[in-house]
């Protein structure tokens, strides 16, 4: 099983990770490439390109001019204890054991603009570069003609080691990076509701939210059959039958 999350946008690179495992992301070559571009554009540009405010703006082109490799434990981070948005309060990889990361490098893979895609264990540093950005590299015109052939080919190798099915936690911007039609393996996409006036509707917040602990369900349960998937019981959600059609697996919450 082989299971694919976004990254986010807020970082922490200032709190001690709590393990010193660590691994160098496939694509750093690659990565260099983007970033050389990046390393040319202003703040402003920044800010225009991303439509993000004139302080992010300045934020990232000083971390556009320092990013540098080799990436040490001195000067990077591994990428699931770097990354903190809600999937990754969800997944709260903080607390994990010695045998809870064994299996997540084994397990989860992070897609990412600027690193293609990643293992929780790999070694990164602070960026940001959304893959759905349109900004043209190596001759390409945006980041999903760039990456999707490498990215594609890097999760079959992986599904050779760790079998599958796919399980799709990934936002849908991140997914497409992914050439489904060639992914050598079942793919399941879960989809999170809450009842919410009568209704069970998809909330931005509480969903990511579950794509984490689906993850972190996964992980300390070594879940290898997609049929355990549907015991998912964290934080009040349940497998909704009725409302799952296919390979696409609806789990919600009445509260």
């Given at each position: ?86 999937v990754y309060r969800g997944l709260d990889a903080a607390t994990f054991s ?125 879940i290898s059959d997609p049929e355990d998937l549907k015991a998912f019981d ?8 009725e409302l799952s059609k296919g390979r696409n697996w609806v789990f919600t919450?009445?509260?």
């Open positions: 099983m082989l299971v694919l999350l976004s990254p986010a946008k807020s970082l922490d690179f200032d709190s001690k990770p709590v393990t010193e495992k660590h691994s160098q992301p496939a694509f750093l070559k690659e990565a260099r490439v983007i970033n050389k571009e990046l390393k040319k554009l202003s703040p402003k540009d920044l800010s225009s390109l991303m439509g993000i405010s004139a302080k992010l703006g300045q934020l990232n082109f000083e971390r556009n001019q320092t990013w540098k490799t080799p990436f040490k434990a001195e000067n990077a981070k591994q990428a699931v204890l770097a990354f903190t948005g809600d010695g045998t809870d990361f064994e299996v997540a490098q084994q397990t989860i893979r992070i897609l990412s603009g600027l690193y293609g895609v990643l293992k929780p264990l790999d070694l990164i540093q602070a960026y940001r570069l959304e893959m759905g950005t349109k900004f043209g590299v190596d001759g390409k015109d945006n980041l999903y003609g760039f990456w999707q052939e490498k990215v594609t080919k890097a999760i079959n190798r992986d599904l050779k080691d760790a079998g599958g099915p796919v399980i799709n936690l990934a936002s849908n911007e991140y997914f497409k990076a992914v050439d489904s039609k060639k992914i050598k393996a079942e793919i399941i996409s879960p989809a999170f509701k809450d009842l919410k006036d009568g209704q069970y509707k998809m909330i931005s917040f509480y969903a990511k939210k579950a794509r984490g602990l689906m993850s972190r369900f996964i992980v300390q349960n070594k964290l934080e009040g959600y349940y497998f909704n039958n919450r009445d509260h």
